[in-house]
């Protein structure tokens, strides 16, 4: 249109200088009239032109914005579809065990074993997360160890987790349920606590950079049929601090309290009290003490030729008793096999009375198993990969029941590689 107007307004101007004098006066007066007529058409038509670009610019931007639309709704669609996924993670364990055992008086045995326990975390809500978990073996309190063998028949699977973690307070957590154990055990220490132990109550713990704490209130036996249901519930407090003691050293140090009413109770589990000493009431064997604990730990850590070192040591004493009443474990380890290439050695010498802690808890594997054991214990682990070991460990120059029982010697030897996920 403005070129339409540009050949126009030209030949006006050719026509006013060089024709002007041919023209009649009626006649070019006629032709202004018809070039003003013109022109008031092509502003019409660029006008209309105007506006037909405007609208169909506006058409443009609708369907883009509905298609953009569109696309925000596919998304948010696809992030509630996943959503779960984020919420939702699955850990776990895997170990492949050869084991020989052998005890002063019985047949030697050795056996293939295995232990799996997968568990699902779900975050419920950003201070809240709720955990399930399995695992193989029986229903022994200290052992997911599943024996192979027996015609490849069909192996058990247990409840080994059902907790919720309330995090809301800083550096606080509370767990209720069936949880892995929060108390802190020196160097993964068993003197009280198996590793596989999975207690059953509510804990509360803390921590800061330099300061811990635990408490919590555990359940042997909760239902009122239970012989004495008062007397089941276990509490335990700890507390520890972590600091350095000078360059290059860190030393972590814990007490702690538990008190087990036991007394006058049948056995816990599998009608065996496993080192604690009995007696008989009524007809029926009971325990003979309660285990009022208390409890300390020591850890130096240091840097040898750039590898770790730690010395360590770990003490229980059971203040309801007058004899037989302590337990105590020393050791030392060099190295951390927690990275691919890692390695690590160390050892142990263990001695546990018959009645320094409660025995259906305690290390399910040395001296056997239980109190009333003695013995030292030598390991090493290298890890294959990040998620990948292979270790080995042998119980030896150890004593079973050397205060109440036979005084057998005994031996173990353990080869494993395991995975976590």
Do not use: C
Request: aromatic share 12%; proline share 2%.
């Amino acid at each position: 249109m403005k070129q339409l107007a540009g050949v126009a307004v030209i030949s006006a101007a050719l026509g006013a200088s060089g024709a002007n004098a041919q023209v009649p006066a009626a006649e070019w007066e006629q032709f202004k009239a018809q070039f003003a007529e013109m022109s008031e058409r092509v502003k019409v038509l660029e006008i209309e032109n105007q506006q037909l670009r405007e609208a169909n610019r506006r058409t443009i931007k609708v369907e883009d914005l509905a298609a953009t639309n569109a696309e925000v709704d596919t998304l948010k669609q696809q992030a509630t579809d996943s959503s779960w996924t984020d919420r939702i993670s699955l850990k776990g364990d895997y170990r492949f065990r050869y084991e020989d055992i052998d005890q002063e008086g019985r047949d030697s045995r050795d056996r293939y074993r295995i232990r799996a326990r997968p568990a699902l975390v779900a975050k419920v809500t950003d201070t809240v997360k709720v955990g399930f978990g399995l695992a193989t073996g029986s229903d022994d309190p200290v052992s997911s160890n599943q024996t192979l063998g027996g015609g490849s028949d069909s192996k058990d699977i247990n409840l080994d987790l059902a907790y919720a973690t309330w995090s809301g307070l800083p550096g606080a957590t509370i767990t209720a349920g069936k949880y892995v154990n929060p108390y802190y055990q020196v160097q993964k220490s068993q003197l009280l606590f198996d590793s596989d132990f999975r207690p059953e109550g509510i804990a509360l713990n803390w921590a800061n950079e330099m300061f811990f704490a635990h408490t919590s209130f555990n359940f042997i036996e909760s239902d009122s049929n239970a012989s004495n249901s008062d007397n089941y519930g276990v509490w335990v407090a700890q507390v520890g601090t972590i600091f350095s003691p000078f360059e290059g050293a860190k030393l972590k140090l814990s007490a702690g309290y538990a008190d087990i009413p036991t007394k006058g109770e049948e056995a816990i589990y599998d009608g065996d009290f496993f080192g604690n000493t009995f007696v008989v009431v009524d007809g029926v064997e009971v325990y003979e003490y309660d285990y009022k604990l208390i409890t300390a730990s020591i850890d130096l850590g240091l840097k040898v030729f750039d590898l770790p070192l730690n010395i360590y040591a770990d003490y229980v004493e059971n203040r309801e008793v007058n004899d037989l009443d302590t337990g105590y474990l020393a050791g030392i380890k060099l190295g951390s096999a927690k990275k691919k290439g890692e390695w690590q050695v160390s050892y142990e010498y263990e001695k546990l009375d018959a009645n320094a802690t409660l025995g259906v808890v305690t290390n399910s594997d040395f001296a056997g198993g239980g109190t009333d054991g003695k013995g030292s214990t030598v390991s090493a682990k290298y890890a294959i990969d990040d998620r990948w070991y292979v270790g080995s460990t042998y119980f030896f120059d150890s004593k079973r029941g050397f205060e109440l029982g036979d005084d057998a010697d005994y031996k173990r030897f353990q080869l494993d590689t395991g995975f976590k996920y």
